[in-house]
């Protein structure tokens, strides 16, 4: 029986829970819907467009390799996917689940289209290791909190394993006569130097990952100026590695390693895979986080929302050297180091009070690792609107995370060249030695005084004194 697999996030044939699936069925025809909807939607920049086009590149070089051809079609995923399906003569349609609110409001649309002509569309859990309502509380729930949910994801008794390489890839021998979208890979250029995003390269990229910086992780994913952490999750938003690949990985590290500091720091990369799957399960089940807070008596904040302080961080001006290099290196890459995100998103919140969606709008369309569900959950976690229990009174001071994180002002130097000059202990200050860096803005705010303005504000949200 000849199928079509649609492929979107998940660029590769290993691994790959939907494509495997297809294999076992018959005959695939493999392909790709170009989808104006990302590739023109001015929210999301170019840059992780481009690496979208490159990985279906090598995708489709990948498919050449076994005899095969990447179909590609432009439009509408619900008018292209029940159209080829025609075209191809296949039967059904395969594809792995998305949980996105438009992604799925897409899927039940195509679902309409294909069920009016006969024929399904089989879905399959591929982008994240546990999907919604496979992480239930005792009572048969949905954990609403990451602690337990992280004991109950870690206490499953049969972890999903690693599918072997489809031993038989059926493609119809008339794949070449069916037309696909003429399409320019070089066409859409990135704004900035990005990685190379692809199968073979997330697996070299793991390799190395594991090799060494995964024993020392625990210490090291917080310092902005080392090279401490994997850098894989471009990968896991475009689905060139699968989340299962990396678990199982490191799990067998897990299992051999000896020293109690390595497996610490192991088990604590793993846990970034527990908040994936977290973050995946909260917009699943409460879709209206994309656009309001989780918790909805923040949504009553009187934010200040000034657009000159917005524009300052956005560029990199705000005269706090850890937030300013933070933001150049989103701009100049496309990617931010995580600890940064908590600063300069704590900073956007809890010192500028800008609403939080405001600096979730700006990473979506920089970042290149942007998947909206964790985008949303790191977002609403350092705004104090999401899933903890008490974290209104969080505000990270710039000063002292600068001091406690980068305190050679490492990375600041990288990311900030007027301050090149200025001594260490002047560096995360520099309002303290004004005449050494001349060219550097002076502050946008007081610290101190906007925290005392912040807590104010989400105690009134609070309905508390």
Known sequence: MRNLFWFRHDLRLADNTGFFAACRAGDVVPCVILDDAFLKNPNIGPNRCALFVRAVASLAADLKKHGSRLILRHGKPEIE?????KDAQAHSVFCNRDYEPYAVARDQRISAALAEIGSPLKTFKDLVIFERGEIRTQTGGLYTVYTPFKKTWLLQPLYPS?????EKIIFPNDLKDL???????????PESDVPVVTESSALTLLKKFLAEPIFTYAETRDLPAVEGTSRLSPHLKFGTISPRTVFAKA??????????????????????LVWRDFFFQIMAEHPRVATNSFRAEYDTIKWENSPKLLEAWKAGRTGYPIVDAGMRQLAQTGWMHNRVRMIVGSFLCKDLLIDWREGERHF?????????????????????????????????????????FDPSGTYIRRWVPELTHVLNDSIHSPWDAPLM?????????????????AVELYKAARGSD
Not at 81 to 85: K, M, S, V
Not at 179 to 189: K, L
Not at 365 to 384: C, S, T
Not at 444 to 453: G, K, S, T
């Open 81 to 85: 996917i029940p159209r080829l399906l």
């Open 162 to 166: 690693v599918l072997p390489f489809p």
């Open 179 to 189: 037309h696909s979208a003429p399409f320019d890979f070089n066409s859409i250029r």
């Open 251 to 272: 799990t067998q590290i897990l299992n051999a390693a000896k020293s109690a500091s390595h497996k610490n720091s192991i088990a604590t990369f793993i846990s970034e």
């Open 364 to 404: 979506a369309r920089l970042l290149i690792d942007g998947e909206p569900a964790v985008n949303n959950g790191n977002w609403q976690w350092v705004a104090g609107t999401g899933t903890d229990a008490q974290p209104y009174f969080r505000i990270f001071n710039p000063v002292s995370q600068s001091e406690r």
């Open 437 to 453: 860096c001349p060219d550097y803005p002076a502050r946008i705010i007081d610290h101190a005084e906007r925290r005392i303005r």
